[in-house]
């Protein structure tokens, strides 16, 4: 079984399962979306089943709500009395500031109201998700039908002016069709190549009115906790600069989500 799971699943295991060890009870927790949160919700839903642990959830995404349910993880919603405790979610890439680049499910919007409705957002990666330049990776828009063509086009307009390698727009398809959000909404992608500017690039982005969220996550990310293929754990701590390493024993479990 273990033979099952590829280098990078026992990276993003590894990871997924250190950072489920900083969930206690009591705690609101922000549950991501994509593989990797696939593989925390498996970690805490076994946590739940064999310690007791008693936590709420709030989910990301539809996806992620029909895990945690199936893990017997209780959940709830944002529209509570306080701040949550604590998000855990993956990334598409971090840098050395760890800041982000997310989206590749779709899910970025609800992904950034939840981290930055958390005291404390954690990202759980494996190291192949390390940069240093955000922009390889695709960046994710997330935009409304009404004038979206205008809205794209806006949106070129901004990259004429920032310092980015590519600037090629496409929008996300699936099964033929242009991509939906939970929301209704579509997603662009941008192809950057490198964002020069990521920070500044993530304030005109939002400043294109059929643009609800952009995938920057800037100053949102609080710890990164980063896993290897054989095991090995890094947590990096962006306020105290400190670093732990650490292992975990990767479970004999069959592969929970194929990317
Ligand atoms: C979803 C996301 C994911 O966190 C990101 O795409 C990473 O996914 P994975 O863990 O499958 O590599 O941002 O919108």
Same mark, same amino acid.
């Given at each position: 079984? *273990?033979?099952?799971?590829?280098? +990078?699943?026992?990276?993003? *295991?590894?990871?997924?399962?250190?950072?489920? %060890?900083?969930?206690?009870?009591?705690?609101?927790?922000?549950?991501?979306?994509?593989?990797?949160?696939?593989?925390?919700?498996?970690?805490?839903?076994? =946590?739940?089943?064999?310690?007791?642990?008693? !936590?709420?959830?709030?989910?990301?995404?539809?996806?992620?709500?029909?895990?945690?349910?199936?893990? #017997? +993880?209780?959940?709830?919603?944002? %529209? #509570?009395?306080?701040?949550?405790?604590?998000?855990?979610?993956?990334?598409?890439?971090?840098d050395r500031q760890?800041?982000?680049?997310?989206? #590749? #499910?779709?899910?970025?919007?609800?992904?950034?109201?939840?981290?930055?409705?958390? /005291?404390?957002?954690?990202?759980?990666?494996?190291?192949?998700?390390?940069?240093?330049?955000?922009?390889? !990776?695709?960046?994710?828009? &997330?935009?409304?039908? *009404?004038?979206?063509?205008?809205?794209?086009?806006?949106?070129? /307009?901004?990259?004429?002016?920032?310092d980015v390698l590519? =600037?090629?727009?496409?929008?996300?398809?699936? @099964?033929?069709?242009?991509? =939906?959000? &939970?929301?209704?909404? !579509?997603?662009? @992608?941008?192809?950057?190549?490198?964002?020069?500017?990521?920070?500044?690039?993530?304030?005109?982005?939002?400043? $294109?009115?059929?643009? $609800?969220?952009?995938?920057? !996550?800037?100053?949102?990310? %609080?710890?990164?906790?980063?896993?290897?293929?054989?095991?090995?754990?890094?947590?990096? @701590?962006?306020?105290?600069?400190?670093?732990?390493?650490?292992?975990?024993?990767?479970?004999?479990?069959?592969?929970?989500?194929? @990317?």
């Amino acid at each position: 079984m *273990f033979g099952e799971l590829s280098p +990078i699943d026992r990276a993003k *295991f590894a990871a997924a399962s250190r950072a489920a %060890d900083l969930v206690e009870d009591g705690m609101r927790v922000g549950l991501g979306t994509g593989s990797t949160a696939a593989w925390l919700i498996h970690c805490l839903g076994e =946590r739940v089943q064999e310690e007791g642990l008693q !936590f709420q959830g709030v989910p990301t995404s539809r996806q992620t709500a029909a895990l945690a349910v199936a893990a #017997g +993880i209780p959940l709830t919603t944002l %529209d #509570g009395p306080r701040w949550l405790d604590l998000t855990i979610d993956g990334a598409d890439e971090f840098d050395r500031q760890m800041n982000l680049i997310k989206g #590749g #499910g779709g899910a970025l919007l609800q992904e950034k109201i939840v981290a930055t409705a958390s /005291e404390r957002m954690v990202v759980i990666a494996d190291i192949a998700k390390e940069v240093d330049t955000l922009g390889a !990776f695709p960046l994710a828009v &997330e935009v409304i039908p *009404f004038g979206r063509a205008m809205t794209q086009a806006l949106i070129e /307009e901004i990259l004429v002016g920032v310092d980015v390698l590519g =600037r090629e727009v496409t929008t996300r398809m699936h @099964d033929g069709r242009p991509y =939906r959000t &939970e929301g209704g909404n !579509f997603i662009l @992608d941008l192809h950057l190549g490198r964002i020069g500017n990521a920070r500044q690039l993530a304030l005109l982005l939002n400043q $294109v009115p059929g643009l $609800v969220e952009n995938g920057l !996550f800037i100053d949102i990310c %609080d710890q990164v906790v980063i896993g290897f293929g054989d095991g090995r754990v890094e947590v990096r @701590d962006v306020h105290s600069g400190g670093v732990e390493i650490g292992r975990v024993e990767i479970a004999e479990t069959g592969n929970l989500f194929i @990317d």
